[in-house]
């Protein structure tokens, strides 16, 4: 009985299993608290579980994780310093990429000029939302290509995060982050900000331009639902647009508010997302992590207490890792990741 109990108590507090034994190894550090505001929260973490701190304090601010499951190791852009990083277990933290948003010979004036959200294609090759380059660009043979860069003959804004569906078509959002001025920037050539589709023969489509500040954005397990969050703090809020037959979106519903959490000041706006198989949404937004059932009825909150950027499944996909200001932390799942 005393071994079931101690099998049950987090990693957090330092517990490793050799051979059926619980024992007691290096305490590891953790950043905030889980809220459980559900008893269906239980199914997802282990009662007990901490965020753990993977690096702590070492970045201006990290954004974009993605799992590299070839080489074991989670990639994530840190836009001031306009570079990437790569984590593992076995190497620890190391630069990966830099410059990795913007190129350009001139000194970029402001702050906001790298990489931000990262994937991978089928061809396994890096595909990359750069803000100073204002463009999607991808990694290949050591050289960015340029894979969307215009709309309409207008530059993008300055492209923020991005999903491939499974037909190989590109979802992107497109603020106006990476611009130094934002929306009064004299070098912004759209009056709006987007969310479009690139399909595999090079075409953008718009598909809403609706969204004030549409940041992260993530799909359904069955590719029905298109969930994108609305950075903007007088409406924080994740939209879910239904998916039609052809690519295109048909008429989006508010999947969840949190504005009224933004405006008490809790850290944080919705920003990066990721679904699990079992269809749950954890999106980034005030707070921490907020992580909602398939329905839109809130289960719980991974409090980090800072500003939370976005978050990927790695390792068999029952690893979150997610990018908290200047720190880098991870949560073991009960679920996977889709």
Aim: aromatic share 8%.
């Amino acid at each position: 009985m005393m071994r079931r109990m101690l099998l049950a108590l987090p990693l957090a507090l330092g517990l490793s299993v050799v051979a059926g034994e619980a024992v007691m190894a290096k305490e590891v550090p953790v950043l905030g608290k889980i809220e459980r505001l559900d008893p269906a929260f239980d199914k997802l973490v282990e009662p007990g579980a901490g965020i753990e701190l993977l690096a702590e304090k070492k970045f201006e601010w990290s954004e974009g994780p993605l799992w590299d499951a070839a080489k074991r190791r989670v990639l994530f852009s840190d836009i001031p310093r306009n570079m990437i990083w790569e984590w593992s277990e076995s190497g620890g933290l190391k630069k990966f990429l830099q410059p990795s948003g913007y190129t350009g010979a001139e000194p970029f004036t402001g702050r906001e000029p790298g990489s931000n959200g990262l994937t991978f294609d089928k061809a396994g090759e890096l595909v990359m939302c750069q803000h100073g380059d204002r463009r999607i660009a991808k990694l290949s043979g050591g050289k960015f290509v340029t894979l969307a860069d215009k709309y309409q003959g207008k530059r993008l804004n300055s492209p923020n995060d991005l999903v491939f569906k499974s037909n190989g078509d590109l979802y992107f959002t497109d603020p106006p982050y990476g611009l130094p001025k934002q929306v009064d920037d004299p070098g912004k050539e759209l009056d709006f900000q987007g969310v479009y589709r690139l399909n595999a023969r090079g075409e953008l489509t718009l598909l809403t331009r609706e969204l004030s500040r549409p940041n992260g954005l993530a799909f359904s397990p069955d590719e029905q639902t298109l969930y994108v969050a609305n950075s903007d703090p007088n409406k924080a809020i994740v939209m879910a647009y239904p998916v039609k037959s052809d690519g295109t979106l048909g008429v989006g519903k508010v999947f969840f508010d949190a504005t009224k959490a933004a405006q008490e000041k809790k850290p944080g706006l919705p920003d990066g997302m990721k679904v699990s198989r079992d269809g749950t949404l954890w999106a980034t937004g005030p707070g921490g992590v907020l992580v909602y059932s398939p329905a839109g009825k809130h289960l719980g909150t991974l409090a980090t207490g800072v500003p939370t950027a976005n978050l990927a499944f790695g390792d068999d996909g029952s690893t979150l890792y997610i990018t908290a200001d200047k720190n880098l932390v991870r949560l073991r799942t009960k679920v996977k990741g889709w």
